[in-house]
C-alpha cells in the first residue's frame, strides 16, 4: 500500500544532509561529537534511508535534533536540504519535515486528552496558518494518513488510552500528514513489544519503498536493513558509510 | 434581596468573579498541562511584591501587580528556553521567599494600612474599584479570545511543544503567550482573591474539569463553567453566612474537585460492572 498523497523527494535539492565542520552538543557542556564533515547527497534521493547508528551517547539524537533546528550547532553548520539550520529561511523547511520522536510526551502534559484525529492533525501545523485553522486539504491529508496507518478505527479515542505501539503509528501517521519533504525518525520500536516492532517496520519499509528520504536513528538491526547509507557515531567523531562498509567490520553491532 | 443588586460594589463584585471565573480556569488547565505549579508560586508571590510597591508608591496595586507578574513571566520565559523552567523549583524558592521577605520589609517601613496589606493576601473583592472591574473583564475576554482562536497551537504546545516545534509552529511564542497569559492573570487574581488564594479561581476549577477526564475541549468548558459556578455560589454563601469572599471560592471549588473525582469514580465503576457483565455473556 502507498501513501494517498506521493511523498516526494526535495525537488531539486543537490544535498539531503551537509556539514561542515560541525560540532553538536548542549549549551554549557562539551560537544558530543566535533569536527564532523559529512555530505550525504545521494544521486538519486528517491526512498534513500540513511541511519544514524553508534553506541548511547555517541551523539545519534543530538544530531537530529540539530537537524529539526531544536538544538543550534555549536561550531561549524549544518545544511539540511539544501538550508543552513541557522538561516531564517529554514523555519518554511522545517514546516515540510515529518518528525517522529522516540517516545510519547511524559508527565502531565502527556495527559492532556486529544484524539488520535487530532494528534494527526499537528503534522498540519507547519501549513495550516497562525490559527492553525484546517482546511478540506488539510483533512484529507489527515484522514489519508490515518487510513494508511490504520487508525480508522481509533480516530475518536484519546491517544492517552493507546498502547505503545499504536501511539507509535499516531506518530508515523502525523509525520505522513504533513506531506513531508523528508521524514526524520528517532529510534522507532524503542520499548515496543515485539508485535508492535513489526507493525512500525513495516511501515516505515512501506514509507521508504514510497519514495521518501528517511533518516533514521536506530539499534534496531531490522531496521539497519532498510538502509542505503549510515551515519556511524563513535568517540566523538561520525562517518558517512555505504551499506557494504557498514555491514563489513561491525557485525557484532546492532540488535 | 434585590436591593443588594443596587449597591456599585456589589455589582462590581460579581462582574468581576463572572468574568475571572469564566476565564481564568483556562490557565489553570494551561499552569496543570505545562507543568508550571511552582513556577506559578514564584509569580504569584513576584506579583504580591509588586502590588506591595504599588502601594508604598501610593499607585493602583493592580497595575503594579500586574507588570511585576508579566516580568516573572519573562524571567520563566527565558529559564524554560534554556530548559529548565518546569524543573527550576530551586530557583522558584529563592524568589518565592525573597519576594515575601521584602514585601514584609515594605509593610513595615512604610505608611501602609494594615487592612491594605491584608487585602492582597486575603483579597477583598468587593473593595474593587470600576477601573479595575475593567480590567478584569477586559483580560478575561482576551484570554477567552486568545484560547478560541489559537486552541489547536495551544494544544499542540500543550501536548509536546518540541514535536509542535519540530512541525513548523512558532512553539516558543506560543509558550510565552500563554505564559504571559498566566502571570497576567495571577496578578489579577491577587486583588479578586489574594495572593494567597490564586488558585480559587485558576487551579481548582482546572482540577475538578480534568479529573471527570474529558478530551481538552472539554476540559477547558467544564473548567469555565465550574469556575463560575464556584465564584458566584462561594460569593454566595460568603454573603448568606458573614464569610470571607475568597475562602468560602475556595471551600466550594474545593467540593467541586472531590464531587466530580467522585463522578469519575462511579462513572468508572458502573463501565467496569457493564464490561463484566457483557464478559458474562
Given at each position: 500500500?502507498?501513501?494517498?498523497?506521493?511523498?516526494?523527494?526535495?525537488?531539486g535539492?543537490?544535498s539531503?544532509l551537509?556539514?561542515e565542520?560541525?560540532?553538536?552538543g548542549?549549551?554549557?557542556?562539551?560537544?558530543?561529537?566535533?569536527?564532523?564533515?559529512?555530505?550525504?547527497?545521494p544521486p538519486d534521493?528517491?526512498g534513500r534511508?540513511?541511519?544514524?547508528?553508534?553506541?548511547?551517547?555517541?551523539?545519534?539524537?543530538t544530531?537530529?535534533k540539530?537537524?529539526l533546528?531544536l538544538?543550534?550547532?555549536?561550531?561549524?553548520?549544518l545544511?539540511?536540504?539544501d538550508t543552513?539550520?541557522?538561516?531564517?529561511?529554514?523555519?518554511s523547511?522545517?514546516?515540510?519535515l515529518a518528525?517522529?520522536p522516540?517516545?510519547r510526551?511524559e508527565?502531565?502534559?502527556g495527559?492532556l486528552?486529544?484524539?488520535?484525529?487530532?494528534?494527526?492533525?499537528?503534522?498540519?501545523?507547519?501549513?495550516?496558518g497562525?490559527?492553525g485553522?484546517?482546511h478540506?486539504?488539510?483533512?484529507?491529508a489527515i484522514?489519508?494518513?490515518?487510513?494508511?496507518c490504520g487508525?480508522?478505527?481509533?480516530?475518536?479515542s484519546a491517544?492517552?488510552?493507546?498502547?505503545?505501539?499504536?501511539?507509535?503509528?499516531?506518530?508515523?501517521?502525523?509525520?505522513?500528514?504533513?506531506?513531508?519533504r523528508l521524514?526524520?525518525?528517532?529510534?522507532?520500536?524503542s520499548?515496543?513489544?515485539?508485535?508492535?516492532q513489526?507493525?512500525?517496520?513495516?511501515?516505515?519499509?512501506?514509507?521508504?519503498?514510497?519514495?521518501?528520504?528517511?533518516?533514521?536513528?536506530t539499534?534496531?538491526?531490522?531496521?539497519?536493513?532498510l538502509?542505503?547509507?549510515?551515519l556511524?557515531?563513535?568517540?566523538?567523531?561520525a562517518?558517512?558509510?555505504?551499506?557494504?562498509?557498514w555491514h563489513?567490520?561491525?557485525?557484532?553491532?546492532?540488535? | 434581596?434585590?436591593?443588594?443588586?443596587?449597591?456599585p460594589?456589589?455589582?462590581?463584585a460579581m462582574?468581576a468573579?463572572?468574568?475571572?471565573g469564566?476565564a481564568?480556569?483556562?490557565l489553570?488547565v494551561?499552569?496543570l498541562s505545562?507543568?508550571?505549579?511552582?513556577?506559578?508560586?514564584?509569580?504569584?508571590?513576584?506579583?504580591l511584591?509588586g502590588a506591595?510597591v504599588g502601594l508604598?508608591?501610593?499607585?493602583?496595586?493592580?497595575?503594579f501587580?500586574?507588570?511585576?507578574?508579566?516580568?516573572?513571566?519573562?524571567?520563566?520565559?527565558?529559564?524554560?528556553?534554556?530548559?529548565?523552567a518546569?524543573?527550576s523549583?530551586g530557583?522558584?524558592?529563592?524568589?518565592?521567599?525573597?519576594?515575601?521577605?521584602?514585601?514584609?520589609?515594605?509593610?513595615?517601613?512604610?505608611?501602609?494600612?494594615a487592612i491594605?496589606?491584608?487585602?492582597?493576601?486575603?483579597?477583598n473583592?468587593l473593595?474593587?474599584?470600576?477601573?479595575?472591574v475593567?480590567?478584569v473583564a477586559?483580560v478575561?475576554?482576551?484570554?477567552m479570545?486568545g484560547?478560541?482562536?489559537?486552541l489547536?497551537p495551544?494544544?499542540?504546545?500543550?501536548?509536546?511543544?518540541?514535536?509542535?516545534?519540530?512541525?513548523?509552529?512558532?512553539a516558543?511564542?506560543?509558550?510565552?503567550g500563554?505564559?504571559?497569559?498566566v502571570?497576567v492573570?495571577?496578578?489579577?487574581?491577587i486583588r479578586?482573591?489574594g495572593?494567597?488564594?490564586?488558585d480559587?479561581?485558576?487551579?481548582?476549577p482546572?482540577?475538578?474539569?480534568?479529573?471527570?477526564?474529558?478530551?481538552f475541549?472539554?476540559?477547558?468548558?467544564l473548567?469555565?463553567?465550574?469556575g463560575?459556578?464556584s465564584?458566584?455560589?462561594?460569593?454566595?454563601?460568603?454573603?448568606?453566612?458573614?464569610?470571607p469572599?475568597?475562602?468560602?471560592?475556595?471551600?466550594?471549588?474545593?467540593?467541586?474537585?472531590l464531587?466530580?473525582?467522585?463522578?469519575?469514580?462511579?462513572?468508572?465503576?458502573?463501565?467496569g460492572?457493564?464490561?463484566?457483565r457483557?464478559?458474562?455473556?
Open positions: 500500500m502507498r501513501p494517498a498523497q506521493p511523498l516526494a523527494a526535495a525537488p535539492a543537490q539531503i551537509r556539514a565542520n560541525l560540532a553538536i548542549y549549551r554549557r557542556a562539551a560537544p558530543v561529537v566535533r569536527g564532523m564533515r559529512v555530505n550525504y547527497s534521493t528517491w534511508v540513511l541511519g544514524f547508528v553508534g553506541p548511547n551517547g555517541a551523539g545519534k539524537t544530531l537530529l540539530t537537524c533546528g538544538l543550534q550547532p555549536l561550531e561549524g553548520s545544511r539540511l536540504l543552513d539550520t541557522r538561516h531564517s529561511s529554514f523555519a523547511v522545517r514546516a515540510r518528525y517522529i522516540q517516545n510526551p508527565g502531565n502534559a495527559q486528552r486529544i484524539s488520535v484525529w487530532e494528534a494527526v492533525s499537528f503534522g498540519r501545523l507547519g501549513r495550516s497562525f490559527t485553522r484546517l478540506r486539504a488539510d483533512r484529507e484522514d489519508a494518513a490515518i487510513a494508511y487508525l480508522e478505527s481509533l480516530a475518536g491517544v492517552q488510552d493507546l498502547s505503545g505501539g499504536q501511539f507509535q503509528r499516531v506518530s508515523i501517521a502525523r509525520a505522513m500528514a504533513a506531506e513531508p521524514y526524520l525518525f528517532d529510534e522507532p520500536g520499548y515496543l513489544d515485539q508485535a508492535g513489526d507493525a512500525v517496520r513495516k511501515l516505515i519499509a512501506s514509507l521508504a519503498e514510497s519514495g521518501a528520504p528517511i533518516i533514521l536513528v539499534h534496531d538491526r531490522t531496521l539497519m536493513e538502509c542505503d547509507s549510515f556511524f557515531f563513535e568517540n566523538g567523531k562517518a558517512l558509510l555505504d551499506a557494504k562498509e563489513a567490520p561491525r557485525e557484532g553491532y546492532g540488535s | 434581596m434585590s436591593e443588594i443588586f443596587q449597591i460594589a456589589f455589582t462590581r462582574v468573579l463572572f468574568a475571572s469564566v481564568f480556569p483556562l489553570g494551561y499552569i505545562l507543568e508550571l505549579i511552582p513556577v506559578r508560586f514564584g509569580v504569584m508571590h513576584l506579583s511584591l506591595a508604598m508608591l501610593g499607585a493602583d496595586p493592580m497595575l501587580a500586574i507588570l511585576f507578574a508579566v516580568a516573572a513571566g519573562f524571567i520563566v520565559s527565558g529559564l524554560s528556553a534554556r530548559g529548565s518546569s524543573n523549583g530557583a522558584m524558592a529563592l524568589l518565592m521567599t525573597t519576594s515575601l521577605g521584602i514585601v514584609f520589609i515594605l509593610f513595615y517601613k512604610t505608611n501602609i494600612q491594605e496589606a491584608f487585602n492582597l493576601f486575603w483579597g473583592v473593595a474593587l474599584e470600576r477601573g479595575e475593567f480590567l477586559v478575561s475576554a482576551l484570554i479570545i484560547s478560541l482562536f489559537f489547536r495551544i494544544s499542540a504546545v500543550l501536548f509536546d511543544r518540541e514535536t509542535a516545534f519540530a512541525y513548523g509552529l512558532p516558543t511564542a506560543v509558550y510565552t500563554i505564559l504571559v497569559m502571570c492573570g495571577i496578578g489579577l487574581g479578586i482573591t495572593a494567597l488564594m490564586v480559587a479561581v485558576t487551579l481548582l482546572a482540577l475538578a474539569a480534568q479529573s471527570l477526564k474529558k478530551n475541549r472539554s476540559t477547558l468548558a473548567a469555565s463553567v465550574l463560575v459556578l465564584n458566584l455560589s462561594g460569593f454566595a454563601l460568603a454573603l448568606a453566612f458573614d464569610l469572599t475568597s475562602p468560602a471560592i475556595i471551600v466550594v471549588g474545593s467540593l467541586a474537585v464531587a466530580c473525582k467522585l463522578i469519575f469514580y462511579i462513572q468508572k465503576k458502573a463501565e460492572g457493564r464490561y463484566a457483557s464478559e458474562n455473556y
